[in-house]
Structure formats: structure tokens, C-alpha cells
């Protein structure tokens, strides 16, 4: 007997076929990109052997997989509520009403209360699959240890949730939600409905820009100073960009813990500058925090003139060719604040266009390559690149800019009583820096500022988490049940009120929940079906809202 899938898109087996495909797509999909480039570069490792291709295939095929664990959250979630609808349809009505538990329950709750509880189960069956599939490829990856004989179930420690970040992802989008449905009732009671959507949109975007400054100037100062409580590939994607040495890092911290001084020096690092200012080609006595100026004024002259540094009259401090890098060095400029933020941000710029080029491109070869024939989209899809890729230089640029504006153009010169032990300090250059390069949001498109945002805040907020504060039972109980009311309120929301979801997660539970062919993609053809004199080959066109990125 042949079995054929329903051709209703929200039945539940749709709903769990998409759902496992998008799912795996995102979770097998990078896992594989080692694997493939080492059939091309024949470069063999333990990374990529064929057991390393074993351990990936299981970790994310098996039934704890990410994909498997997804979809039973979602797909089993509709399964359960259109079993609920089936029972709720084969109710007799001509018993007794006030007997029937189903019929208690239903008087009581709406459809999206019902559609929440259904998801909550199944919610709560994905999380903890999830977290014990994360558990069990830990295990396969780190030799088991052995057990001294002390050993208690009740006193072993736990392992930092291998969750964490997941869940805050689920709970940013659920904020998301929240607060675009409070914003939707404030500007629906403010405004006519007419001006229902730009009022939304206005105010939607004012504080986009202000959550993406406050998370982008947390995640800058933890990047210095407490990289652990940011993702490993987070942090080297951010000193890739940044092309910052790590002795000048490391100095920073030393700085900070007050083991590195220009009054003391450091005791136990006595050499870290010093090997840097050498590498760079200046005398390594410039990197000495023992020769170098704690003060600015006419003392600090005489000890350059020494030292045979220019351009730093009245400053204390380490000279700009180091806290440059040797940036501008090819073009004698290694010691312009300004040409190192000029050339840092151009070179920021080019490279941030080979990342947004497939960013912009890619969505539209997915749903509407037709448009590509036409000069001015592609053009207007040019400039979005070239906008997002100046949001990115900028970012760079203000905040190495903020830094020389604080530690040598004027801060610092202005008040040349104030230790540089200070200016290079936490409280300095540094979160001058990051306090500044936050405001290049404004640069980017107003929708895209929501994407910005919600992309940035889940890691603010696991930067105020550490890992000590995970190694309990209380917030594992807790992190679980953020996770199952925040994927709920997510799917709720995608079925009853997707006017409060945006961005990739609209697209994503519009096209998991209710097919490519329906939400928004169906507005939108209707839409454009209805022009008069309109083609009908011709695909429609999303808004900027309506973009996949």
C-alpha cells in the first residue's frame, strides 16, 4: 500500500518533515564543511578521520540529536494539539456537558492557550533530549576519568550546561515577542490604524539600535578583559577583525589585575611588551613599563627624547606604534592615530563585503533569482551590501578611534596628572572604545537593526553567567523551563499572532509551521496577483521586513 503525505502543509507530518530538514540542514550542514574541505586540500588530521565522521553522523542523526530532539518539540507539539482538536470534534454534546473533563478544560481555554500547552510537553521532552545527547557526545570526545573512591552521586559536580546558549537564543526570540506585541498595543491606542506600522516600525528600530549598543559595548569589554565568558569561535571571529596581538591583550588584563604598572612594573612579566616592541622592529625598552612615563606634562618629554619616540609630547603611556600593531608601518604612518583608524576600517570595509555579498545574495537566488535580471534590484542588493559592510568598517574604526581620542589626541592631554595606568586601564581607552563603536548601528538598514540586535544579546547576556553559577541543579531545573515556556511562546506566537515575530524567525516558523507556500509568501503573491496588467511569471517582491536575512 503506497503512503502518500497529506497534502494539508500544517498537518503534523509536514510540520515534522520540514522541521527535520531545516533542523538538520543547520546542525549536520557546518559539521560536514571540515570533512568536504579535506577532499579537496588532502589534508588529513584527527579532526576529519573517518571515526571523527562516525561520531558527527551519530551525534546528529541519533534520536538525542539536535535535529531529532527539534522536531520533536515542534512537529510533536502540532501533532498533539490537532489531537486535541480530533477530540474536541467527536465530543457528544447531547451527554451531559458539565461531566465531560474535555469539555471543563475547552470552555476555559482559548485556542492559543491550548496550542501552549500542547507545546509544553513536547518542549519539555526536547530539552531534555537535547541535553542529554550534548551530555553524550561529550563523553564520546573526553576519555572517562577515574573515580576516587570518595565519589558520591549526591556530591559529584555538574558539568556547565551544554544548552546554555540555545536557550538563550529561544528566550531573546520569546522577549522578542513580548515586547512586539506590547509595542503593537501601544501604537495600535496612539495612532490611527493607518500609521499603526511605521509608528511600530519607528519605535521598534529606536530600541534595536539601543539594545545592539548596549550588548555590542558588554561583549567589546569581556572580549578584553573576560573572553571565557564568550564563545571560543565568538572570540577568535572578533580578534580576527579586531587584529589585535595577543601580548597586547594579555597586557591589558595585566593592566587591569594591577600586575602590570607603569610605577612597578611587573614582577612576573616583565617581558611581554618588550619581546612585542621588538618584533614590530622599535627598541624593545619601548615596551619597559619601567622606562616608559606614567605621567604626561614636561617630565614625559625627556624621557622620549631618551627613548627616541616622537609625536608624543606631554603624554606618558605606551607609545602608538605598539598600541597600533605597526599598522600604517609600509607607509611611515605607524604612529597616526588617524590613519590607523582609516586604514583599520578600510580594510574592515573589503572584507565585510565578501562576508555580506552571500549574506544578501544568497536569500534572494533562494526565493526570487528572477529579480536578478533586473540592473536596478540588483543594484539596490549592492548597496544593502556595501551599507551593512560600512556598518562593520565603522564599528572597527570608532572604536580604534575612541581610543586614540582618549589615551593620546585629547583626553589624556588635557589631563596630564592622571596616571596611565588609568587610560590604559578598563576604565580608559579601552571602554571609551567600546562604549562608541556601538552608535555605527545607525549606519545599518532599520530593519535589519532588530536582526543586529537579537543576534548580539544572547551573547551579552551568557556573559553575565558564569560557568560556576551553572554547576547546580537549581539552574538546570531553571534553564529547562526557560527553554520549554520560551520555544512555546514561540510557536504560539507562530500560529496565532505571527504579526509579533520578525526577522529569521518569522521566516523560519512561517515556513516550518504553515509551508513556503503560505504566511507572508502567499500575502505577497496575492498581493502582486492583483496588480492589474502584471505578468504572471513574474515573482513577487518581499519588503524589507520580509527578507529571510
Request: glycine share 8%.
Amino acid at each position: 500500500m503506497d503512503l502518500e503525505l497529506p497534502e494539508d502543509p500544517t498537518h503534523p507530518v509536514q510540520v515534522a518533515i520540514r522541521t527535520y530538514g531545516l533542523a538538520l540542514s543547520l546542525s549536520l550542514g557546518p559539521s560536514l564543511v571540515p570533512f568536504v574541505l579535506s577532499l579537496f586540500t588532502r589534508r588529513k588530521s584527527s579532526k576529519t578521520s573517518l571515526a571523527s565522521l562516525r561520531n558527527v553522523l551519530r551525534r546528529e542523526l541519533g534520536y538525542d540529536g539536535f535535529a531529532f530532539a527539534i522536531t520533536l518539540g515542534i512537529g510533536g507539539g502540532a501533532a498533539l494539539r490537532r489531537l486535541w482538536e480530533s477530540l474536541e470534534s467527536n465530543v457528544d454534546h447531547r451527554q451531559d456537558k458539565s461531566r465531560s473533563w474535555l469539555f471543563y478544560f475547552n470552555s476555559r481555554l482559548s485556542p492559543s492557550q491550548k496550542t501552549f500547552i500542547a507545546n509544553v510537553f513536547t518542549s519539555s521532552l526536547s530539552i531534555l533530549l537535547l541535553q542529554a545527547g550534548r551530555r553524550r557526545s561529550k563523553r564520546l570526545r573526553i576519555p572517562a576519568m577515574p573515580i576516587p573512591y570518595t565519589y558520591t552521586p549526591s556530591n559529584r559536580p555538574l558539568a556547565p550546561s551544554p544548552t546554555l546558549d540555545l536557550t538563550l537564543l529561544v528566550l531573546v526570540r520569546a522577549m522578542d515577542v513580548a515586547f512586539q506585541s506590547i509595542i503593537l498595543k501601544f501604537t495600535a491606542k496612539a495612532e490611527p490604524e493607518p500609521l499603526v506600522e511605521p509608528g511600530k516600525v519607528k519605535l521598534t528600530t529606536r530600541l534595536d539600535a539601543l539594545v545592539f549598543w548596549a550588548c555590542s559595548a558588554r561583549i567589546m569589554w569581556c572580549f578584553f578583559y573576560e573572553p571565557e565568558r564568550l564563545p571560543s569561535t565568538y572570540v577568535k571571529w572578533i580578534r580576527t577583525l579586531a587584529g589585535v596581538d595577543a601580548r597586547l591583550l594579555r597586557t591589558l588584563r595585566l593592566i587591569r589585575s594591577g600586575e602590570w604598572t607603569y610605577t612597578r612594573g611587573s614582577p612576573t612579566q616583565p617581558t611581554i611588551l618588550t619581546s612585542y616592541a621588538k618584533d614590530l622592529g622599535y627598541p624593545s625598552s619601548w615596551g619597559d613599563p619601567l622606562r616608559l612615563p606614567a605621567f604626561g606634562g614636561p617630565s614625559a618629554e625627556n624621557t622620549w627624547k631618551a627613548l627616541g619616540v616622537q609625536g608624543r609630547q606631554d603624554l606618558g603611556g605606551v607609545p602608538c606604534e605598539l598600541v597600533h600593531g605597526g599598522v600604517g608601518s609600509g607607509l611611515s604612518l605607524a604612529g597616526s592615530c588617524t590613519a590607523n583608524s582609516s586604514i583599520r576600517g578600510v580594510k574592515a570595509f573589503f572584507e565585510a563585503v565578501l562576508v555580506y555579498l552571500p549574506a544578501h545574495f544568497l536569500p534572494v537566488l533562494i526565493t526570487r533569482p528572477q529579480v536578478l535580471l533586473r540592473p536596478h534590484r540588483v543594484l539596490a542588493t549592492l548597496l544593502g551590501t556595501f551599507r551593512s559592510a560600512a556598518f562593520l568598517s565603522t564599528f572597527i574604526s570608532s572604536f580604534w578611534l575612541a581610543v586614540c581620542f582618549t589615551r593620546t589626541l585629547a583626553l589624556a592631554r588635557l589631563f596630564p596628572n592622571i596616571s596611565h595606568n588609568f587610560w590604559d586601564g578598563p576604565r580608559g581607552c579601552i571602554l571609551a572604545g567600546c562604549l562608541l563603536c556601538g552608535s555605527s548601528i545607525w549606519i545599518e538598514n532599520g530593519r535589519r537593526r532588530g536582526e543586529m540586535a537579537l543576534y548580539v544579546l544572547p551573547r551579552a547576556l551568557r556573559s553575565f553567567i558564569s560557568d560556576r553559577l551553572m554547576r547546580n541543579r537549581a539552574a538546570t531545573v531553571l534553564e529547562r523551563l526557560t527553554f520549554i515556556l520560551s520555544l512555546s511562546t514561540l510557536l504560539t506566537a507562530a500560529i496565532h499572532k505571527p504579526e509579533s515575530l520578525r526577522g529569521l524567525s518569522r521566516w523560519g516558523l512561517a515556513f516550518v509551521m504553515k509551508g513556503p507556500s503560505t504566511g507572508f509568501w502567499q500575502r505577497r503573491r496575492k498581493n502582486f496577483e492583483t496588480r492589474p496588467g502584471t505578468p504572471a511569471f513574474e515573482p513577487p517582491l518581499l519588503k524589507d521586513d520580509e527578507k529571510l536575512v
